[in-house]
């Protein structure tokens, strides 16, 4: 083969390889590269309105991706003492909202905070505020803005102070501690 034909066929690959790489470039800021597959922001929001019903009757119904499955598991047979409240439900509803968590637990879901919070995790933990992850991105709050705070009380409590965190967003920048103000680390 010439040289100049093999420089050519080179070019031109070369050229290929770059219009492929461009158009498979996303633009888009709301996505970045992970493992190689595109991950959005935070984690996905709760689209189960019987979940949303039941759970959140008595609580902020957490996100399915901020638990790994194992511990939704864990957490669903258990109901009957959650977090010394009885929770149970009937068995028909029970079982949709555990198939509804264990579809979209952290780490089967395509959410970039989900997947962060399944680092460093060992066996099946029941307390978001217990994830290795959790404790290392809260770890620096001060006492007395949460458990000394009358208007959060417990790290437990996400939306008193992530106020998008019901649309799954935990955007350090839309944090707002009451009585407190913004909270920038």
Known sequence: MK????????????????????????????????????????????????????????????QPGLLPAPSWEKLMSGLDD??????????????????????????????????????NIRGAPIRITELPYFVHEHREIPSRLVTGNPKVRSLSYCNACHTQANKGSYDEHQIYIPGYGRYDD
């Open 82 to 119: 959650h977090f010394g409240e009885n929770a149970e439900l009937p068995e028909n509803e029970r079982q949709t909202i555990l198939n509804y968590l264990l579809d979209n637990a952290a780490g089967r879901s395509n959410y970039r905070a989900s997947n962060k919070l399944m680092r």
């Open 3 to 62: 040289p100049t034909r093999l420089l050519a066929i080179i070019s031109l690959s070369a050229i290929t390889a770059g219009i492929v790489v461009t158009a498979m470039a996303d633009d888009d800021r709301r996505y970045s590269d992970s493992w190689g597959a595109k991950t959005l922001p935070g984690v996905a929001p709760v689209d189960l309105p019987l979940y949303q019903d039941e759970c959140g009757s008595c609580h902020m119904a957490y």
